[in-house]
């Protein structure tokens, strides 16, 4: 994190409590993911947070999967997030599970009943909301409240031991049904779950509520700063209470603005959604907002780091503009991402007076945002190249500075050539384009004398390689899909995927690196794709050169 900014809020209470003295001068925090989907980018940002912090103040972050709920927890889910925290950057002090702390959490559980603070209740969920009441109606206490702690003990321990079914009996504490906060009308700890466990196999039948498990494991870890997004701020009490009637390690929790971004969803459940019905080809699909799908798509690790620290932290909900996020992956990319050429829509053009076979080299810099330009790489050059059909216009405007009958521009890399001709096929389409090359013009040793405004890219016809290029866009229409009427989905853009599956490149690209950004020359940065063989290139668009998004609204 950078020094020179001003604090923000979670760091002035870190920094207050170092001046203290407080938890003997450590700071410990911790990321907690439940292990029932892939991380998207909104967990990105309390990665950043939390590994953030703990680096900033010498201090120490544990991974802890909540896998306290087994019908939708997978190893899989586990396997992903450990390593998108590695890409991300950061290691993790421990490897932790709350399955690690169910024996700790049953005696928990069985000392606040013998405190009379919990009770076996047989009510059904349905009986159980409707005595709770309303946020202006006090709930109302059922016979089971009254339950004598030894029987409570008895029902508990019979519960563990499987004697009966899902939804029989749960666990709730006993604590203020008029409270005005819902969550203090004795909340549930325990619920019953015949299911296997990912970890645990079938060694439990009873399973602890997020409330119940989450403050206690910070308190078995001895975390100094729970850090939660805003929507656990009315959890905050129970959090603090549960902890104070144990008598175990106080642990504190703070609570942040989540990460809400434009043309996206956030939901775990609206991007399982998508993925279920087939409006995304998988989890890690280039357009998902998940880690995994960012960096299939081509981001960086840096360039999310950045973009979380840019947004920085606050107290009070709001939306960001997906085009921060473009911005700082354009701001890593133009400085590392390697220049090659490749022809996403082509159209043959023929230099008339060129050998026709002759082949000659031309050097192209990798990366002239760099000193040294990072190496270079040698471009064939023949008589007939590619180039984009965008290129050439049959009567071209005023200020067009590109190709058209008597209009010249430079070759990228290489030569000045004038267009003398065209041909058309019998459906009226422009086929090949005739051009004069001036041999004095080779770029880097040009005396011709000769200025031109424009400069196209190409590829030469006989060394090119054939790619499949995906070009992705924004996945929904709309800046929040979330919150317009009706279901989400009828918001998705029809146009957030184009394949092209003839694209050109230059005979380079076919030893492309993977996880290696590629900026093609005029069209936008791109990577290789997962699935891409020796057989079939395929390359990913991460972003364009700029955006153009706002133009096409």
């Given at each position: 994190?950078?020094?020179?900014?001003?604090?923000?809020?979670?760091?002035?209470?870190?920094e207050?409590?170092?001046?203290?003295?407080?938890n003997d001068?450590?700071?410990?925090?911790?990321?907690?993911?439940?292990?029932?989907?892939?991380?998207?980018?909104g967990?990105?940002?309390?990665?950043?947070?939390?590994?953030?912090?703990?680096?900033?103040?010498?201090g120490?972050?544990?991974?802890?999967?909540?896998?306290?709920n087994?019908?939708?927890?997978?190893?899989?889910?586990?396997?992903?997030?450990?390593?998108?925290?590695?890409?991300?950057?950061?290691?993790?002090?421990?490897?932790?599970y709350?399955?690690?702390y169910?024996?700790?959490?049953?005696?928990?559980?069985?000392?606040?009943?013998?405190?009379?603070?919990?009770?076996?209740?047989?009510s059904?969920?349905?009986?159980?909301?409707?005595?709770?009441?309303?946020?202006?109606?006090?709930?109302?206490?059922?016979?089971?409240?009254?339950?004598?702690?030894?029987?409570?003990?008895?029902?508990?321990?019979?519960?563990?031991?499987?004697?009966?079914?899902?939804?029989?009996?749960?666990l709730?504490?006993?604590?203020?049904?008029?409270?005005?906060n819902?969550?203090?009308r004795d909340?549930l700890?325990?619920?019953i779950?015949?299911?296997h466990?990912?970890?645990?196999?079938?060694?439990?039948?009873?399973?602890?509520?997020?409330?119940?498990?989450?403050?206690?494991?910070?308190?078995?870890?001895?975390?100094?700063?729970?850090?939660?997004?805003l929507?656990?701020?009315?959890?905050?009490?129970?959090?603090?209470?549960?902890?104070?009637?144990?008598?175990?390690?106080?642990?504190?929790?703070?609570?942040?603005?989540?990460?809400?971004?434009?043309?996206?969803?956030?939901?775990?459940?609206?991007l399982?959604?998508?993925?279920?019905d087939?409006?995304?080809?998988?989890?890690?699909?280039?357009?998902?907002?998940?880690?995994?799908g960012?960096?299939?798509?081509?981001?960086?690790?840096?360039?999310?780091?950045?973009?979380c620290?840019?947004?920085?932290?606050a107290?009070?909900?709001?939306?960001i503009?997906?085009?921060?996020?473009?911005?700082?992956?354009?701001?890593?990319?133009?400085?590392?991402?390697?220049?090659?050429?490749?022809?996403?829509?082509?159209?043959?053009?023929?230099?008339?007076?060129?050998?026709?076979?002759?082949?000659?080299?031309?050097?192209?810099?990798?990366?002239?945002?760099?000193?040294?330009?990072?190496?270079?790489?040698?471009?064939?050059?023949?008589?007939?190249?590619?180039?984009?059909?965008?290129?050439?216009?049959?009567?071209?405007p005023?200020?067009?500075?590109?190709?058209?009958?008597?209009?010249?521009?430079?070759?990228k890399?290489?030569?000045?050539v004038?267009?003398?001709?065209?041909?058309?096929?019998a459906?009226?389409?422009?086929?090949?384009?005739?051009c004069?090359?001036?041999?004095?013009?080779?770029?880097g040793?040009?005396?011709?004398?000769?200025?031109?405004?424009?400069?196209?890219?190409?590829?030469?016809?006989p060394h090119?390689?054939?790619?499949?290029?995906?070009?992705?866009?924004?996945?929904?229409?709309?800046?929040?899909?979330s919150?317009?009427?009706?279901?989400?989905?009828?918001?998705?853009?029809?146009?957030s995927?184009?394949?092209?599956?003839n694209?050109?490149?230059?005979?380079?690209?076919?030893?492309?690196?993977?996880?290696?950004?590629?900026?093609?020359?005029?069209?936008?940065?791109?990577?290789?794709?997962?699935?891409?063989?020796?057989d079939?290139?395929?390359?990913?668009?991460?972003?364009?050169?700029?955006?153009?998004?706002?133009?096409?609204?």
């Open positions: 994190m950078s020094e020179e900014r001003a604090l923000n809020f979670i760091e002035e209470i870190i207050e409590d170092l001046a203290k003295g407080l001068g450590r700071v410990l925090t911790r990321f907690p993911p439940e292990p029932n989907g892939y991380l998207h980018i967990h990105a940002k309390s990665i950043c947070l939390n590994f953030g912090l703990a680096k900033k103040y010498n120490k972050t544990n991974l802890r999967f909540d896998d306290t087994p019908t939708k927890e997978e190893t899989e889910y586990v396997d992903s997030i450990k390593e998108d925290v590695k890409w991300l950057g950061f290691e993790w002090e421990k490897e932790l709350a399955s690690d169910f024996e700790q959490l049953y005696n928990f559980a069985v000392k606040l009943i013998e405190k009379g603070l919990a009770y076996v209740d047989d059904t969920s349905e009986e159980i909301a409707a005595q709770k009441g309303t946020p202006t109606i006090p709930g109302t206490p059922n016979q089971y409240r009254s339950r004598s702690v030894e029987e409570n003990l008895q029902l508990f321990a019979e519960m563990r031991a499987g004697k009966y079914q899902d939804g029989d009996k749960v709730r504490a006993k604590i203020d049904l008029s409270s005005p819902m969550l203090l909340p700890m325990y619920r779950k015949h299911a466990h990912h970890r645990t196999g079938e060694a439990w039948c009873i399973y602890p509520m997020y409330d119940f498990a989450h403050g206690q494991s910070d308190a078995i870890e001895k975390i100094t700063h729970s850090i939660c997004t929507e656990f701020v009315p959890h905050r009490p129970l959090y603090d209470l549960f902890i104070k009637e144990l008598e175990i390690f106080p642990s504190k929790q703070y609570e942040f603005a989540r990460l809400n971004m434009t043309y996206t969803v956030m939901s775990k459940r609206k399982m959604q998508l993925v279920a087939g409006h995304v080809e998988s989890w890690d699909d280039p357009r998902m907002p998940t880690i995994s960012l960096r299939r798509r081509g981001y960086t690790p840096g360039s999310i780091r950045e973009f620290e840019r947004i920085g932290v107290k009070r909900d709001n939306m503009d997906v085009s921060l996020l473009e911005f700082c992956i354009r701001e890593d990319l133009n400085k590392t991402a390697w220049r090659r050429m490749a022809v996403l829509d082509p159209i043959k053009l023929i230099i008339t007076n060129y050998p026709e076979d002759q082949t000659e080299n031309l050097n192209g810099e990798n990366n002239p945002e760099v000193e040294g330009g990072e190496g270079g790489r040698d471009i064939p050059f023949s008589r007939e190249l590619w180039i984009e059909r965008e290129d050439f216009m049959e009567e071209p005023k200020k067009f500075f590109r190709l058209g009958v008597g209009l010249s521009v430079r070759l890399h290489a030569y000045i004038k267009c003398e001709d065209f041909k058309k096929d459906d009226g389409n422009v086929t090949e384009i005739y004069t090359y001036i041999p004095e013009s080779k770029s040793s040009d005396t011709s004398g000769i200025n031109v405004k424009g400069t196209i890219h190409w590829v030469s016809v090119a390689k054939t790619a499949e290029v995906r070009l992705y866009d924004r996945l929904f229409q709309v800046e929040d899909p919150n317009e009427d009706g279901d989400f989905k009828e918001y998705l853009n029809p146009n995927l184009q394949i092209l599956p694209a050109y490149i230059e005979p380079d690209l076919a030893n492309a690196i993977p996880g290696k950004g590629y900026q093609f020359i005029r069209k936008g940065y791109f990577t290789l794709d997962k699935h891409s063989t020796t079939k290139l395929i390359f990913n668009r991460t972003v364009g050169l700029k955006d153009g998004w706002t133009i096409k609204k």
